[in-house]
């Protein structure tokens, strides 16, 4: 379990992965002004948290675990350049908003529940170099707007 008292100290950087924790993540974590969070390889569970502020927030790495839902909002990230939440039951679409990211390198939303078609709108991530959407129900034809990367 990761304990609420975490709020209290002035971090910007939380690094847990691959440990056996469980449970829900304090939401009031995500009051904080990180700048980087990693949490894969655990049991946690609960929906994928969004953050109050989170323009110093450059890594968002909760790949697998049991987090559940819907794809966070995270339109407001724009520093983000490491968003991996593969191996989670993340269902719904590919939001809209994924291009506003224009700083993403790595997007990894592989081994999910997505579904419906790949924006159109991704192709204008320019800095992308890593991109992995394997194992979902993703349907369509990929956009050639990928071909601008």
């Known amino acids: 379990t990761i304990p609420a008292f975490l709020c209290s100290l002035p971090l910007t950087y939380i690094r847990l992965y691959d440990n056996k924790l469980q449970g829900t993540l304090p939401p009031c974590l995500f ?10 390889e655990n049991n946690l569970t609960g929906t994928l948290p969004t953050f109050a502020s989170c323009n110093a927030l450059t890594s968002y790495i909760l ?25 989670n ?41 890593v991109l992995t959407m394997n194992y979902n129900q993703l349907s369509g034809t990929i956009p050639a707007s990928l071909a601008n990367l």
């Open 31 to 40: 009051t904080l002004p990180l700048t980087f969070i990693n949490v894969a």
């Open 63 to 87: 790949y697998t675990n049991n987090f559940e839902g819907a794809f966070p909002d995270l339109s407001n990230c724009i520093n983000l350049n490491t968003l991996s939440i593969s191996s």
């Open 89 to 129: 039951r993340i269902g719904g679409s590919i939001p809209a908003w994924i291009h506003k990211l224009t700083q993403l390198r790595s997007l990894s939303i592989g081994s999910m529940l997505l579904t419906g078609t790949i924006p159109n709108t991704i192709g204008t991530l320019t800095k992308l170099s």
